[in-house]
């Protein structure tokens, strides 16, 4: 739980977010994480955090706490500018490649 409890409370600091957020540790079968816009519960799979590096729980957390900024569930333009200030296209690229490609290992 260590890892991703520091990078959460370093990245709510760093995206100005003072809402509660409960982070739950959990076995997932398909997603590595998600968030609940009516409780601001996020789940993170248990069975991935062990594949991934500090950067990959990084950027996944980011993912889901623009969600959470804009209260959106999608990823249209707004999400994709909030996203744009932290990663470029070529770094996100990439990012999605390298998570995706240890999340199927589990699921193989
Ligand atoms: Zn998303």
Redesign the pocket.
């Known amino acids: 739980m260590g890892r991703v409890k520091d990078i959460l409370q370093e990245l709510m600091k760093e995206m100005e977010i003072s809402e509660n957020i409960r982070l739950k540790i959990v076995p997932m079968k398909k997603k590595i994480a998600s968030l609940s816009l009516a409780t601001n519960v996020l789940r993170f799979n248990r069975n991935v955090v062990k594949f991934l590096n500090d950067e990959e729980i990084r950027y996944i957390l980011i993912?889901?706490l623009i969600?959470l900024k804009i209260r959106d569930?999608n990823?249209g333009s707004l999400?994709l500018r909030e996203l744009s200030k932290y990663y470029n296209p070529h770094e996100t690229y990439h990012l999605e490649i390298e998570i995706i490609r240890k999340l199927s290992k589990l699921t193989s």
Request: hydrophobic residues 35%.
């Open positions: 993912h889901e969600h569930v990823h999400f």
